[in-house]
């Protein structure tokens, strides 16, 4: 039996027809991000469409162009779920092949927005029309646990053109080709295979076992003719076979591999028997990647194998989201892999959803921030650790939170995690305020190795320079950084190769800073229910009247009339309404931080509804 629990949460593996709709996803993100087995199961990355998380664009070692990936339809029949996706091969505008699409298709290659079109593929329907090359189908046994993966692509691709096509050339227009011509005559298996080779060859090294039983089965190919205003018609092309190509791990019998339109069995091979030599040579036998085993990966590459450890504090609102964004982008871009740990004030989770989904995220219960934060960090750093080989882990906490309070935890795991930095982000537009009411507020800045202040576009110089004095007043050892929107580079911070070192706990005690100031604070948190739609002026009014008491404030909602839901967030002195992610739970609220919040968001719902 396939153990899936690394790849899958519970909810999804209870359910055969999710099952089959994720698996391809949860294999390829995963392997995606173990940079050592990424490049040998022959992957150079992936990335996600943002209008669609479940389309995947991705390339391939040696090939120049783009392939991607995107569910079409799934279904479930008892135990069994199945699902169906859509292959595409984006070709890079110098490659040969080019030639071999369709006029359309090889117009199209050469537009300068065309990377920029292949990226948000999943909702550009002429794209998918042109570069369409193969299917796959993933059949999911949830009583045997037994998978099938098969891929369906035609030897070749062929498209006539009933009336002709005409392009504008130098002397005008020009047949490029002639009626009843051929438009399009594409080895669509051939340009696919190299996907299909290295997503098998990820599904052995998740499932850490090679594949025991291949089947292959064709029927003769067909080749489209067009007519215009979208008319088709397609005929048996009986130089072209098209094929499936399915491999099973576990249990054949009892797998629905939808093959009924395939009647020609050309192979069917079952483990112990000798492998058919065509496929000999397939990296998908190797259930194991060489020098590339979870616990020996990085070793092997001569790389430090502990993730290093970031933890990143600031008071409320200071621009902590804005700057790990930053810090992911910077990390993406140099193939590194980021987990992140956030523990968002409020049930909601908005953070999380606010940065990318590309990312592992494990959200912590919520409670007393800082306590429950120290609870549930060890659990939710050993979660990460076992399921994902991070090059970094980022403890985002919340702007209340004192990391004095887990210091002592984190030593524990100094066997399993690099120590890198406590860096603590400053509101410069705010100034002093917070150091001067809030014991937190300096506590995070007294423990910093680095200090970023923040939104400086807010400050004047004199403000600054106060400020900083304060800061160094406070901790005269940390590195002070200044920047806006949290942009600023990692490697000046860290340094290159991120040796910077956390001073631990024992060390701290020398300087006077204790554990557990929650109650110190007096600040606590609210969750407000907002009803599903509301109208902006009278919100804008109230949020107007917010007394000073009220610290941070953020959420989603959705204005009467208005297209799409909105994010809020408010620090004192600035509010600003954004676009809220993709993703929508469909739920409208805001949280409130600050003191007596209960009052302030009672009145605030008084004087709006
Ligand atoms: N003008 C300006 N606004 C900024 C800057 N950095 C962040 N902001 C805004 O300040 C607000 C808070 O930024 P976040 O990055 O969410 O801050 P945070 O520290 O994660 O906030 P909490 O989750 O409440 O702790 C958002 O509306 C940002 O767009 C900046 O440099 N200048």
Redesign the pocket.
């Given at each position: 039996m396939i153990d899936f629990s690394a790849l899958l949460p519970p909810a999804v593996t209870a359910d055969p027809q999710l099952t089959a709709l994720e698996l391809p996803r949860a294999v390829l993100m995963r392997v995606n991000f173990i940079p050592g087995v990424r490049q040998r199961l022959g992957w150079r990355g992936v990335k996600e469409c943002t209008g669609n998380p479940g389309a995947l664009t991705l390339k391939v070692v040696d090939a120049p162009g783009v392939f991607a990936i995107c569910p079409q339809a799934s279904d479930m029949d008892g135990e069994q779920g199945r699902a169906l996706f859509d292959l595409y091969y984006f070709p890079a505008p110098e490659e040969d092949l080019v030639e071999s699409f369709s006029i359309a298709a090889g117009i199209t290659v050469l537009q300068d927005d065309f990377l920029d079109r292949v990226r948000e593929f999943a909702g550009d329907e002429q794209l998918q029309a042109l570069f369409k090359l193969a299917t796959l189908q993933l059949s999911y046994n949830g009583n045997t646990g037994a998978v099938a993966v098969s891929f369906m692509a035609a030897e070749r691709q062929l498209l006539i053109s009933a009336e002709g096509v005409m392009i504008s050339g130098i002397d005008g227009l020009q047949q490029a080709v002639e009626p009843g011509g051929v438009d399009q005559d594409l080895a669509a298996q051939t340009v696919m295979f190299p996907f299909f080779r290295a997503l098998a060859a990820s599904f052995s090294f998740c499932f850490a076992a090679a594949p025991n039983a291949l089947l292959q089965l064709s029927r003769p190919g067909r080749k489209i003719i067009y007519y215009q205003q979208n008319r088709f018609e397609s005929e048996f092309c009986y130089d072209s076979k098209e094929r499936l190509l399915s491999l099973v791990w576990g249990e054949q019998r009892g797998l629905s591999i939808d093959d009924s339109e395939f009647p020609k069995l050309e192979l069917n091979w079952r483990d112990p028997e000798e492998k058919p030599c065509e496929y000999a040579d397939e990296p998908w036998w190797q259930k194991q990647v060489p020098g590339a085993r979870f616990s020996v990966d990085k070793n092997t590459m001569g790389i430090s194998e502990k993730p290093k450890l970031i933890i990143l504090t600031?008071f409320?609102?200071?621009?902590?989201?804005?700057?790990l964004n930053h810090f992911i982008e910077y990390q993406a871009r140099k193939n590194a892999f980021v987990a992140i740990i956030q523990n968002e004030i409020g049930a909601q989770g908005l953070?999380t959803k606010l940065l990318g989904q590309h990312y592992a995220v494990t959200e912590m219960d919520e409670g007393c921030v800082c306590c429950t934060l120290s609870g549930n960090l060890k659990l939710a750093l050993a979660e990460i650790l076992a399921g994902f080989q991070p090059d970094f882990v980022v403890v985002e906490t919340?702007?209340l939170a004192n990391p004095a309070n887990f210091l002592s935890e984190i030593s524990e795991l100094e066997d399993q995690l690099d120590f890198c930095s406590i860096t603590t982000?400053v509101d410069a537009?705010q100034g002093a305020a917070p150091l001067e009411k809030y014991g937190v507020a300096r506590e995070q800045l007294m423990l910093a190795d680095a200090v970023i202040l923040?939104?400086?576009?807010?400050s004047s110089e004199e403000q600054l320079a106060q400020l900083t004095a304060k800061i160094q007043l406070l901790n005269p050892v940390a590195s002070i950084y200044e920047?806006?929107?949290?942009e600023c580079s990692p490697a000046q911070i860290y340094g290159v190769n991120f040796a910077g070192q956390m001073r631990l706990p024992n060390d701290r005690e020398k300087h006077g800073i204790h554990g557990h100031t929650h109650a110190e604070h007096g600040i606590s948190s609210l969750l407000l229910d907002l009803p599903q739609s509301i109208g902006r002026e009278q919100f804008l009014a109230a949020t107007a009247k917010l007394p000073e008491q009220v610290l941070?404030v953020?959420g989603v909602l959705q204005f009467e009339n208005e297209g799409d839901p909105l994010v809020y967030?408010y620090?004192p002195g600035?509010q600003?309404l954004s676009p809220a992610p993709e993703e929508d739970s469909g739920q409208r609220f805001l949280v409130f931080?600050g003191e007596d919040v209960q009052r302030s968001a009672e009145s605030f719902l008084n004087t709006f509804i």
């Open positions: 600031g409320l609102g200071a621009g902590k989201t804005s700057f953070d919340t702007g982000l537009a923040n939104k400086i576009d807010q920047t806006c929107h949290g941070r953020k967030q620090v600035s600003t931080i």
